[in-house]
């Protein structure tokens, strides 16, 4: 394999993996509702770590009462008045109850306020919007640091050489390659899909959520369901191939040359296609 090609797999697996961490949908989101005089500031708390009850601090300016609502699962929604933080300004704070690793809460505030026309009340997210969704909170569990470095390795490995594969792929379909060498990167692409997203992944959801797999049929986890379509392309694509990855009789498999570049391609886009898939989006 050319030095050229390694780098720009090198260069491709950084950035890949860099974008899938900056498009995770579990940041804190700036949100803002200005209304009947009423002005409401809060930055999103989308999930607690660890033990502890749930602080959630919000800037209200312009009412006189100001409250959460929250429920856990399904249950109704619990107003819970939200005080003045001692020492602030205009700064409310109300907290949720802790709840075990995998539950998951939601809520909204509504501040209110009373004028000569009667009683104002502002809410954020606007409860009275067809739109309308509280804010989704989760409690997760804390993950030793071990766990995570090594599923982040896995990922880099699996990452670095799909594109590695896809290469020799090219390579294959143009004639100049050898079988031998786009199966084995193939084979070691596959191998750290495994390890990153079923024993380690299996891990990292215990440690978080308290269970072990969400994806078909047992849930309907984004993130568990592209690890598990993008294992199972490649698991295929092995499969077509099956006389040269047990380096017994080659004459056992079930396409040629050419056909298993392109279903080297073909997992090597769904993989990519995966990874571009916004990191823990649940459905």
Avoid at 75 to 93: I, P, T
Avoid at 118 to 138: H, R, Y
Avoid at 148 to 155: E, T
Wanted: aromatic content about 14%; proline content about 4%; glycine content about 8%.
């Amino acid at each position: 394999m050319k030095f050229w090609k390694i780098l720009i797999a090198l260069i491709f697996t950084i950035v890949l993996l860099v974008f899938a961490r900056k498009t995770t949908t579990v940041k804190s989101v700036h949100k803002t509702v200005d209304r009947g005089g009423i002005l409401i500031e809060h930055d999103t708390v989308p999930k607690r770590r660890g033990a502890g009850d749930v602080v959630i601090p919000v800037k209200v300016s312009g009412a006189e009462e100001v409250k959460l609502f929250y429920r856990i699962g399904k249950m109704e929604f619990r107003a819970v008045d939200m005080n003045l933080k001692e020492g602030e300004r205009n700064l409310f704070v109300a907290s949720i109850p802790h709840h075990k690793k995998g539950t998951r809460a939601w809520y909204y505030i509504e501040a209110q306020k009373q004028t000569k026309d009667g009683k104002i009340a502002v809410s954020l997210p606007d409860k009275n919007s067809p739109n309308f969704k509280p804010i989704l909170l989760k409690f997760q569990g804390n993950v030793p640091p071990y766990i995570i470095l090594s599923h982040i390795f896995c990922l880099f490995g699996a990452i670095f050489f799909s594109v590695l594969a896809a290469f020799s792929a090219v390579d294959l379909k143009k004639g100049k390659g050898t079988m031998n060498k786009s199966v084995a990167f193939s084979l070691v692409t596959f191998i750290f899909l495994f390890m990153g997203f079923f024993p380690l992944g299996w891990a990292l959801n215990y440690y978080t959520f308290g269970v072990l797999w969400e994806a078909f049929p047992f849930g309907s986890d984004v993130t568990d369901n592209k690890g598990q379509i993008a294992f199972l392309s490649w698991l295929v694509t092995l499969f077509l191939v099956k006389g040269t990855v047990l380096r017994k009789n080659p004459s056992k498999n079930l396409v040629s040359a050419k056909g298993f570049s392109i279903a080297v391609i073909v997992s090597f886009m769904i993989t990519i296609g995966m990874y571009l898939i916004p990191h823990s989006l649940i459905l």
